[in-house]
């Protein structure tokens, strides 16, 4: 794994948020109520957590995203400019709360309540106020908790401009092909690639996308096609511990990796190690690693 003296230069645009995590005996099913041991808040949203992930290995990135003009807005605002994330198209709208997510977790299980609220007033305007950053940047991540439209607009752009564009396929939603062509790198989870992708089999839709769709699942197992066979990689440095975040930990990594001219097997490998990191941590963005870690 090589890092170049160039500092990437990403924009990141989705959602950001504010986590609930419960910790439980148990998921509570239908119509039962159980006693949670402890609750905290922590800083969330795939947006954010991507936009923190690559600041803190060494990306100058900003960015757009939406937060409500409340105090859980003004904490967001401050927690990303704390970690160096540019925040100058991050957008404040009186038409909706800061956007919230609800976690109940159980032995190492959890159930995710996500709303959206002001991630969804996210629009292509906001997009096209940074259109100057999009001209020099070299990668662009987008995710799926805004609206669909603004990330085809991203994408759009961005390919408009000679990006990179990487896309965290999460929450899942079906992707035309259009949109799917355009994308350089998809990170997805194994059990939602019937979503994005239709019923293929998983190998027919690696093999039509080698060395762009890498499939993820919960033991941080990363598995893509090369053009010639299968590669399987799994990180069992630490035992993953906290689940959330992992996806998001993972592609950061692989993005900076990849910013960096390495190969894809290292940008897998490194994507693997971030994942790692995280998931040792409470909080989607309190384990991510810095950069100096690896060196």
Do not use: W
Request: glycine share 8%.
């Amino acid at each position: 794994m090589k890092f170049s003296a160039d500092q990437p230069k990403v924009i990141v645009v989705g959602s950001s948020s504010i986590d609930l995590i419960l910790e439980t005996e148990k998921i509570p099913s239908a119509n039962e109520t159980v006693m949670a041991r402890s609750s905290e808040s922590y800083f969330g949203g795939k947006g954010a957590n991507q936009a923190v992930g690559t600041a803190r290995l060494g990306a100058s990135v900003y960015f757009v995203g939406c937060v409500g003009m409340d105090p859980l807005g003004q904490q967001i605002m401050r927690n990303l400019v704390n970690e160096n994330v540019n925040v100058g198209f991050v957008h404040e709208t009186d038409r909706d709360a800061t956007g919230t997510a609800y976690v109940t977790v159980a032995d190492g299980d959890a159930v995710i309540v996500v709303v959206p609220a002001a991630n969804h007033c996210l629009s292509n305007a906001h997009v096209e106020a940074a259109d100057k950053y999009f001209q020099t940047s070299d990668l662009v991540l987008v995710q799926l908790e805004v609206s669909l439209s603004v990330i085809e607009y991203t994408i759009r752009k961005a390919k408009k401009y000679g990006n990179m564009v990487g896309m965290y396929a999460s929450p899942a939603v079906p992707l035309n092909k259009e949109i799917l062509d355009q994308i350089d790198f998809i990170v997805a989870k194994s059990s939602e690639l019937h979503i994005i992708f239709g019923e293929e089999q998983r190998e027919d839709i690696l093999k039509k996308y080698f060395n762009k769709v890498f499939v993820r699942d919960d033991t941080n197992s990363t598995v893509y096609f090369d053009g010639t066979e299968m590669k399987y990689f799994r990180h069992d440095g630490n035992k993953a511990i906290y689940k959330m975040g992992m996806g998001d930990a993972f592609t950061s990594g692989f993005a900076i990796a990849l910013c960096h001219g390495n190969p894809i097997e290292e940008c897998v490998k490194f994507g693997n190690e971030v994942s790692a990191r995280v998931s040792c941590k409470k909080g989607s963005q309190n384990g991510l690693p810095r950069l100096s870690d690896f060196r």
